[in-house]
């Protein structure tokens, strides 16, 4: 049976080790703090001393930590050479797709393959099996890998090469933000014409303008305020990545950026 490592114990990652680890899967877990590993006391994961002896013991190893240099600092100290030829590094993370490719670039000489694969959700989602996985990388990896992702995700969706994953997810974060932006502002617009927010809330959210940017909204009293701390330094990350790679392309940010930036700028959190 496929052996799974996973790292990156956060509010995303939590659940999808959890589904891995309740699947029979067999599952090793590191984290840099251990308290992150006291809710796994009641299953069957195993834990590693360090990055390396996980990979040492894994055939699909998995990271959802938060960015590039997070990403790099692990699969360069140690992870990526304690791989055996034949296995599969899993980069969940949201990141730049250079990363990816240089990650695969690097694994390639020793018989590992890269995925990147995103996912779109949160740990509700999750713990359902309904995560979303936006996948780049060979199609004979995710052959392999599919199982592990099946036990969290559905659906699984295959874009294209290695870094292909990243970019749907950046322009989902992107267009994600743009929806935060534009529906704030029509909050703030209904109010000065005397609809209360709440009352917005609940009309729009069963109407037709009903997104899940609003939805979250809604969710959070009608402002940004309580959503900001949440995600906002990691949507400002997003829509710069999603900047720089307009700007690499040759392409105009259009309009979708200056929503985005709306709802950046209401959270504290320019671009």
Same mark, same amino acid.
């Given at each position: 049976?496929?052996?799974?490592?996973?790292?990156?114990?956060?509010?995303?990652?939590?659940?999808?080790?959890?589904?891995?680890?309740?699947?029979?899967?067999?599952?090793? @877990?590191?984290?840099?703090?251990?308290?992150?590993?006291?809710?796994?006391?009641?299953?069957? %994961?195993?834990?590693?001393?360090?990055?390396? %002896? &996980?990979?040492?013991?894994?055939?699909?190893?998995?990271?959802?930590?938060?960015?590039?240099?997070?990403? $790099?600092?692990?699969?360069?100290?140690? &992870?990526?050479?304690?791989?055996?030829?034949?296995?599969? /590094?899993?980069?969940?993370?949201?990141?730049?797709?250079?990363?990816?490719?240089?990650?695969?670039?690097?694994?390639? %000489?020793?018989?590992?393959?890269?995925?990147?694969?995103?996912? =779109?959700?949160?740990?509700?989602?999750?713990?359902?099996?309904?995560?979303?996985?936006?996948?780049?990388?060979?199609?004979?990896?995710?052959?392999?890998?599919?199982?592990?992702?099946?036990?969290?995700?559905?659906?699984?969706?295959?874009?294209?090469?290695?870094?292909?994953?990243?970019?749907?997810?950046? &322009?989902?974060? @992107?267009? +994600? =933000?743009?929806?935060?932006?534009?529906?704030?502002?029509?909050?703030?617009?209904?109010?000065? &014409?005397?609809?209360?927010?709440?009352?917005?809330?609940?009309?729009?959210?069963?109407? =037709?303008?009903?997104? $899940?940017?609003?939805?979250?909204?809604? %969710? +959070?009293?009608?402002? /940004?305020?309580?959503?900001?701390?949440?995600?906002?330094?990691?949507?400002?990350?997003?829509? $710069? /990545?999603?900047?720089? /790679?307009?700007?690499?392309?040759?392409?105009?940010?259009?309009?979708? +950026?200056?929503?985005?930036?709306?709802?950046?700028? =209401?959270?504290?959190?320019?671009?």
């Amino acid at each position: 049976m496929t052996r799974v490592g996973f790292i990156g114990l956060g509010s995303q990652g939590g659940p999808m080790a959890r589904a891995i680890v309740e699947a029979g899967i067999p599952t090793t @877990l590191w984290a840099r703090r251990p308290e992150s590993l006291e809710p796994y006391a009641d299953t069957a %994961a195993t834990y590693a001393e360090t990055p390396a %002896a &996980l990979a040492a013991a894994s055939d699909v190893v998995c990271l959802c930590v938060v960015g590039d240099d997070d990403v $790099r600092e692990l699969v360069y100290g140690g &992870l990526l050479d304690a791989m055996t030829e034949g296995s599969t /590094l899993v980069i969940h993370s949201t990141v730049h797709p250079d990363t990816c490719r240089e990650l695969a670039e690097r694994a390639e %000489a020793k018989g590992v393959s890269v995925l990147d694969a995103p996912v =779109s959700g949160g740990g509700p989602a999750a713990a359902a099996g309904t995560l979303l996985v936006m996948v780049g990388g060979d199609e004979a990896a995710l052959v392999r890998v599919r199982p592990v992702f099946e036990t969290y995700a559905n659906p699984i969706v295959h874009l294209g090469p290695v870094g292909a994953g990243q970019i749907t997810k950046i &322009l989902n974060n @992107l267009l +994600f =933000s743009a929806n935060l932006g534009a529906a704030i502002s029509m909050l703030e617009l209904g109010e000065s &014409l005397g609809v209360p927010r709440d009352k917005a809330c609940q009309v729009m959210t069963s109407g =037709s303008a009903n997104s $899940r940017a609003l939805g979250s909204i809604a %969710a +959070f009293g009608g402002t /940004l305020d309580a959503l900001a701390p949440i995600a906002g330094a990691l949507l400002q990350k997003d829509v $710069r /990545l999603a900047a720089s /790679l307009a700007d690499a392309a040759g392409a105009p940010q259009g309009k979708v +950026f200056h929503a985005a930036d709306a709802a950046l700028d =209401s959270m504290g959190h320019p671009r």
